[in-house]
Structure formats: C-alpha cells, structure tokens
C-alpha cells in the first residue's frame, strides 16, 4: 500500500482559493492500477467525497462541489492537487487524499488529514 | 443530508456482538458493491470491509460484511472498547456519477 500525505495553508480567507497537495510514497502515482482522490470532512460531521483524478487526467467531481473544484496530478513529483474556488466558512473541513483501484469505489489508503478552516 | 442512511449510533457490551445497517437505492447500493470503514477518535478513516464482504490484510474476521438488495449490514463479534469509533458505509452512485457514504454510525462499547 501506498502512503499519502496532505500539506497547504490551514487558513484561507472567504472568497479566495483552498489549495492543497497529496504527496504519495511507496508507489508511483502514474501507475495504471490506481486513482487518486479528495475527500473532507466538517467537525463532527460525515464524509463527503469531493472527487478523484486518474494518471491520465481523466477525472470525477461531486457534483454538488463540481464548479468549484479541480484536481490534478503532477506526475513529476509524485504528487496530485485539491483547489477549490470561492471558499466560505462552509468549506472548514479536515481534508483528506486517498488511493483507490481503479474500477473499484473503496479507498484502500488515507492520508492522516489537514485541517482547513475559513476565516477572516 | 447523506444519500446512505445509518442510524446515528449503536451500543452494545464487551464481547457481544452489533449490526450497523446502511441503506440506499438501486443506483448506488443496489447496483453496486459497499465498503465499510473505521474512524477511530482524532483518526483517519480506515478500509474495514471492500467488495460488500472482503475484508484487507490485517482486518481479523471479527468484522463481517453482507449485502442484500439496497441495503448492506456491517457485523462485530467479540466487541472490545478498541472497537469504539465511527463507522460509514460507502458505494459509487451511478445516478450522481460519485462516491457516496452514510451519514455514520458512533458504536459505543458499553
């Protein structure tokens, strides 16, 4: 199994763009065999998938999430990206990235989660 | 409002054994396979049952999985106070085209 951790800014003000980065170790993010995805979750709240993005690009979106959001891979580093656009308080969160295999829906590793909180 | 319903929370004493129910519609969980996954207290959540019954490497078979029709029940057996945390089904919606989970079920070991 892979690792996967989350880094960015833990405060962003409302209206401006979440960023955040999934770093991935022990296995290469270009392998074929998986996806990789984005999901969050509010204080003592349920787990809301926001999407996940294949190593071709290809990708899926919430779409209640899904014009404001984009998720990319960055192959070079081994990395894969959150933004989320126009953020409001709504959008404080604990985000985590995942691994899935492709063709399946369950997400077979977690990073240990960023907190993101919305505020002026 | 989640598009899986679970009930909120489920108790049950050392070493008994519990059910948590997940429920759906024919575009996610009647046409597609559950997973279930362990949130321990500060934690990330963790695989617990894939492919409606499949459970990882390492997962002891004390956790059990089933589906039938729209609905999916997850099973412990010889619960311990290690066992309390959040459990949350998941499955693919093909109606929504996305991932979706249940609201979460708190286990209290009493």
């Known amino acids: 199994q892979v690792q996967l951790q989350e880094s960015g800014p833990g405060l962003v003000k409302p209206s401006q763009a979440l960023s955040l980065t999934c770093t991935v170790s022990?296995?290469?993010?270009?392998?074929?065999?998986?996806?990789w995805s984005w999901i969050r979750q509010p204080a003592g709240k349920a787990l809301e998938w926001i999407g996940r993005?294949?190593?071709?690009?290809?990708?899926n979106y919430n779409p209640s999430l899904k014009s404001r959001v984009t998720i990319s891979v960055d192959s070079s580093k081994n990395q894969f990206s959150l933004t989320l656009s126009s953020v409001t308080a709504a959008d404080t969160a604990v985000y985590y990235c995942?691994?899935?295999?492709?063709?399946?829906?369950?997400?077979?590793?977690w990073g240990q989660g960023t907190l993101v909180t919305v505020s002026s | 409002q989640s598009v899986l319903t679970q009930p909120p929370s489920v108790s049950a004493a050392p070493g008994q054994k519990v059910t948590i129910s997940c429920s759906g519609s024919?575009?996610?969980?009647?046409?597609?396979?559950v997973c279930w996954y362990q949130q321990l207290p500060g934690t990330a959540p963790k695989l617990l049952i894939y492919?409606?019954?499949k459970r990882p490497s390492g997962i002891p078979d004390r956790f059990s999985g089933s589906k039938s029709g729209a609905s999916a029940t997850l099973g412990i057996t010889g619960l311990h106070t290690g066992d309390e945390a959040d459990y949350y089904c998941?499955?693919?919606?093909?109606?929504?085209?996305?991932?979706?989970f249940g609201g979460g079920t708190k286990l209290t070991v009493l």
């Open positions: 995942a691994s899935g295999v492709q063709g399946r829906s369950h997400l077979d590793s």
């Open positions: 022990g296995g290469s993010i270009s392998s074929g065999s998986y996806y």
């Open positions: 993005v294949y190593p071709s690009g290809s990708t």
């Open positions: 024919g575009s996610n969980i009647g046409n597609n396979y």
């Open positions: 492919e409606n019954k």
């Open positions: 998941g499955t693919w919606d093909g109606s929504l085209g996305a991932v979706v």
